[in-house]
């Protein structure tokens, strides 16, 4: 089987045509784009991809590279390469043999591949499953997604969650999507992950506003009011097929208010019922070695339950294991 693969590494003169190309692959999200990419291209060496068959583009690649060694883009959620709609296993094939010859080439000698999560995909798109078993890619970690489906529901049993929608009722909680993150952010969302976690987001208020100008229809902020005071809200990431939880926070009277309940109640069952997945995100600490217990079990309470979330690291000298492959 030939291989008739041309590979280059992206630069801004492709910028159109490879957000263009995002249109018509069957494993892109707004993620991909350039602007998502590169809103912060100071943190990341890019060392994006391009892979051509005939003069035609077929699949693209967001990675940067650190230390010699050849990433999954580290700023995304998830990645790997993004494919044509029309490609066949035999042409993902090819490109990931010939990805894998430019990287071993060019003295990158080791690859670490995040794999776009299956419920993202809108068709059928586990090539690299394969492909990555073939070349004795390194499970190394996964990280455990809750997802609900939304046009098979789970029906909600949780005594806590019902309790928790009457409560948000019976102190007059209103639920307002907004344009503006500041008062979640500044007074909800950074407090409590400094407090709970010693953490930051991993977004500051500037780059999720930023972001939002730049994908309106896709980066959506539902805030939970009580009076008029923020006490609780979401940020969500909207893609064809999921509506995925970003950022989940409340206030300290969180378990007296049912802001949350309220909020997911509907989010769930009215703003997103149309989707097809509800992506809750993953409960996974310490680069997938631990789950946080309580917050697994909290959105499973919500009906959500468990897809994989997958990372390899592989050698690219081993591209000559494709050799053995066909008969």
Same mark, same amino acid.
């Given at each position: 089987m030939g291989n008739d693969i041309k590979i280059i590494r992206y630069k801004s003169s492709y910028y159109k045509q490879w957000n263009a190309f995002l249109k018509k692959a069957k494993n892109a999200t707004f993620l991909f784009h350039r602007d998502f990419i590169e809103y912060h291209s100071d943190r990341f060496e890019?060392? =994006?991809?391009?892979l051509y068959k005939e003069a035609k583009?077929?699949? @693209?690649?967001?990675?940067?590279? !650190?230390?010699?060694?050849?990433? =999954?883009?580290?700023?995304? =959620?998830y990645g790997g390469f993004v494919l044509h709609e029309t490609v066949s296993f035999f042409d993902v094939f090819n490109v990931f043999e010939? /990805?894998? +010859?430019?990287?071993?080439? *060019?003295?990158?000698?080791? $690859?670490h591949v995040k794999l776009l999560p299956i419920i993202y995909a809108n068709l059928p798109s586990d090539e690299m499953d394969y492909l990555l078993f073939k070349t004795q890619g390194v499970l190394n970690r996964t990280d455990v997604t809750s997802v609900i489906q939304l046009d098979n529901k789970l029906e909600i049993k949780s005594s806590n969650r019902i309790r928790g929608l009457k409560k948000a009722i019976k102190h007059q909680l209103e639920i307002k999507e907004t344009d503006d993150f500041e008062a979640y952010w500044n007074n909800i969302l950074i407090p409590n992950l400094k407090q709970r976690h010693n953490a930051k987001p991993v977004h500051s208020l500037k780059e999720i506003t930023y972001l939002k100008k730049k994908f309106p229809n896709n980066i959506r902020q539902f805030n939970v009011c009580q009076n008029?005071? @923020? @006490?609780?809200?979401?940020?969500?990431?909207? /893609? +064809? &097929? #999921?509506?995925? #939880? &970003?950022?989940?926070?409340? *206030?300290? *009277?969180?378990?007296?208010?049912?802001?949350?309940?309220m909020l997911f109640h509907t989010l769930i069952n009215e703003v997103y019922k149309d989707k097809k997945y509800f992506d809750f995100g993953i409960s996974n600490e310490n680069q997938g070695e631990n789950i946080n217990e309580g917050l697994l079990l909290w !959105?499973?309470? $919500?009906?959500?339950r468990t897809i994989s979330? +997958? $990372?390899?690291?592989? &050698?690219?000298? =081993?591209?000559?294991?494709?050799?053995? @492959?066909?008969?």
């Open positions: 890019d060392h =994006s991809l391009m583009l077929i699949a @693209v690649l967001p990675a940067n590279i !650190k230390s010699g060694i050849l990433y =999954s883009h580290l700023g995304l =959620s010939t /990805t894998l +010859k430019y990287l071993h080439t *060019n003295s990158i000698e080791e $690859f008029g005071e @923020v @006490v609780a809200g979401a940020t969500i990431f909207e /893609t +064809k &097929q #999921v509506a995925r #939880v &970003q950022y989940i926070s409340a *206030n300290e *009277n969180r378990q007296k208010l049912g802001g949350l309940d !959105k499973e309470s $919500f009906g959500a979330h +997958k $990372f390899y690291t592989l &050698q690219t000298k =081993s591209y000559k294991e494709l050799n053995r @492959v066909m008969l």
